[in-house]
């Protein structure tokens, strides 16, 4: 979460509806909503604005008392974190459940840190909501807000109690949005269990998301702006991705979702495997998702230390890049995501496939390599004599180049590899798909 901002924390017990709030305010659907306890477990953040004033909404965990449980320890730990870093609170409590000893718990604790705090009782679209939120007076507050977060009732309430703590900065119409489109998004994408929210952390330099040996711990996907030297990057933590046919819940699948949305919204994919494994069939079939989306790629071989000696490393490696198949120019980068080993050069790989994947070669150099080998094969066809004239780039991200054809119909796809390899062999583009399309003069 950024200081910058006037930032604002959704607390809670499990299940009051504090996504579904954080969803209303925001106006999207970031975060998962469902009907049981404990699904968000990570801080999903996004900017709000409301009558002019801008924010940061936080939603958070569901708070819980001290537990044996590691996993709900580190809930309970991202938790008093937001609210050490928010500068407000949104206490909500369940009206329909009424007052119990932990929301008492939650005011008490919110009270001894002098945090400031609305008090927001929601599901009052029943009678027995309506009733119940009465009770929350003897909370010793001012106010108590009733809403409804499902259906939107009593949220103006909620955002004027916001705005009306927001220090008097009425944003001026011709001051710009936060620039974030030139910031490089960074996906880590990969099986349940392979290190996804370690490495995450390890780049970010602290714990920013849950970490644990526990399969599915990651839910929701999670955005962390990280700056390294004087460049800002957006790391996007994500659930694992499992085979369809073995998600076995709702959540689990809903996750696997917000997973691949991921990869609509980045630049670049880390693909992370467990490398003295190598990669197998789902490992391939994430790369397959990454592929379709044409997005740069960086193969993290994590858990390294598993190989014994120098030259098993030296094989393993070797292995997983020939395994790669279509996706060969993904560099593919040992790591340690527990001890930090490796990411000095998995950050470096990441820098130059990102500017490659926004790469745009001067157009003299590329006339004068594309005479080397435009005209060198013969385009395939069924339909008589073809030929390519020229070739252009127009656009990046992915670096797209246009080939003017005789006729585009029917040309094979080992065609377009081939032209793909020449630029590759005279530009590199390492770490970046290149798009081919043919158009007719």
């Known amino acids: 979460m950024s200081r910058a901002d006037f930032t604002v924390a959704l607390v809670g017990r499990p299940n009051v509806g ?14 998962i909503t469902f009907d049981q306890p404990g699904i968000t477990r990570d801080l999903v953040s996004l900017p709000a604005e409301y009558d002019g004033r801008r924010f940061t909404i936080v939603d958070t965990g569901g708070y819980v008392t001290r537990s044996g449980d590691d996993l709900l320890q580190k809930v309970r730990a991202q938790v008093l974190r937001a609210i050490y870093e928010s500068d407000l609170v949104l206490f909500l409590v369940d009206a329909q459940d009424g007052l119990l000893p932990l929301d008492k718990e939650i005011a008490g604790m919110l009270r001894e840190r002098g945090k400031p705090f609305l008090l927001v009782a929601n599901k009052v679209d029943s009678r027995e909501g309506r009733d119940g939120a009465a009770q929350f007076h003897a909370l010793a507050v001012d106010r108590v807000i009733t809403v ?44 349940p269990n392979v290190g996804k929210s370690t490495l995450v952390n390890s780049l970010a330099g602290f714990e920013r998301v849950i970490a644990s040996e526990v399969p599915g711990t990651t839910r929701d996907s999670i955005d962390v702006m990280i700056q390294r030297e004087d460049k800002r990057y957006l790391l996007i933590d994500t659930a694992g991705i499992r085979a369809k046919r073995k998600t076995e819940t709702v959540i689990e699948k809903i996750s696997v979702l917000k997973s691949l949305e991921s990869l609509k919204r980045c630049d670049l994919a880390v693909l992370l495997i467990e490398g003295p494994e190598g990669m197998n069939h789902q490992d391939r079939q994430i790369l397959r998702y990454v592929l379709n989306e044409e997005r740069a790629v960086v193969v993290a071989a994590n858990k390294a230390d598993g190989w014994k000696g120098e030259e098993e490393r030296r094989k393993g490696l070797r292995g997983i890049q020939e395994s790669l198949d279509y996706a060969s120019f993904a560099p593919v980068v040992p790591t340690v995501a527990t001890t930090g080993k490796g990411m000095p050069v998995l950050f470096r790989k990441i820098e130059e496939a990102i500017s490659n994947f926004r790469r745009r070669v001067p157009t003299g150099q590329l006339n004068r390599m594309a005479q080397t080998f435009l005209f060198a094969i013969p385009i395939p066809s069924q339909r008589g004599r073809n030929r390519a004239f020229y070739m252009t780039q127009i656009g990046t991200s992915p670096p797209s180049f246009a080939v003017f054809v005789k006729d585009r119909r029917g040309i094979p796809d080992s065609y377009t590899r081939y032209l793909q390899n020449c630029i590759r062999d005279r530009f590199g583009f390492e770490g970046s798909p290149i798009r081919i399309v043919y158009r007719e003069r």
Do not use: Y
């Not at 703590?165 to 960074?186: F, H, Y």
């Open 18 to 31: 504090k996504s579904t709030l954080f969803n209303r305010i925001a106006g999207k659907r970031r975060a």
């Open 148 to 191: 409804s977060a499902e259906h939107g009732t009593g949220v103006e309430d909620v955002l004027e109690g916001i705005v009306s703590r927001v220090p008097g900065r009425e944003a001026p119409e011709e001051e710009p949005a936060p620039e974030t489109s030139g910031i490089p998004k960074i996906a880590v994408v990969g099986r």
